[in-house]
């Protein structure tokens, strides 16, 4: 399950990229899910791919089908902790920490701070920049992120550096 989907891009790309899983996409707003339901008959996965969910990531808690909760295998978000309120983040532990049983994973992709510096100048004019769009958003110091996963039993398994300053953190759940 895809949480902050956005218009849906990602999600059709790991549905057609990993035909043999099915690729839940979420987003609050209306518009970023008719995107996504765009999207998916575009590149005609009406047959594989489910349409989004209405999902808030901090309207706990989450409503999602009995169906789903039980085949779910882990949960991912891209680009998204740093475009929302840091209570986003914490919402996106707990929740997950609920629905995901030991050694499933929550992946979490974007821009991160490591020792609470920022990776590269472009990520420090970026980060200034969303802020100027809404105060409580930013880029997250990963210790801050992972310390939220330790709360919520998970642990950080491995970093991976990806492309324009972005980073892949695989969190597992311990218990």
């Not at 609050?28 to 899910?33: I, S, T, W, Y």
């Not at 919402?91 to 609470?116: D, H, M, T, V």
């Not at 939220?148 to 695989?170: A, D, H, T, W």
Request: proline share 4%; hydrophobic share 40%; charged share 20%.
């Amino acid at each position: 399950m895809e949480i902050g989907s956005g218009s849906g891009e990602h999600g059709v790309f790991f549905q057609k990229r990993f035909p043999e899983i099915i690729w839940q996409t979420s987003d609050p707003d209306l518009l970023n899910r008719k995107s996504i339901s765009s999207w998916i008959e575009y590149e005609e996965l009406n047959k594989k791919m489910p349409q989004p969910l209405a999902l808030d990531v901090e309207k706990i808690p989450w409503k999602i089908s009995l169906n789903l909760e039980n085949s779910l295998q882990g949960i991912v978000s891209i680009n998204m902790i740093h475009v929302a309120q840091w209570t986003s983040t914490i919402a996106l532990f707990r929740e997950s920490g609920k629905l995901l049983k030991k050694g499933q994973f929550l992946i979490l992709y974007g821009p991160f701070k490591i020792g609470n510096k920022h990776t590269s100048q472009s990520n420090y004019f970026f980060d200034n920049s969303i802020k100027l769009k809404n105060d409580l958003w930013g880029i997250r110091n990963l210790d801050d992120v992972s310390y939220e996963g330790e709360k919520n039993n998970f642990l950080q398994e491995n970093i991976i550096s990806m492309p324009v300053n972005n980073f892949l953190i695989i969190y597992r759940k311990v218990s």
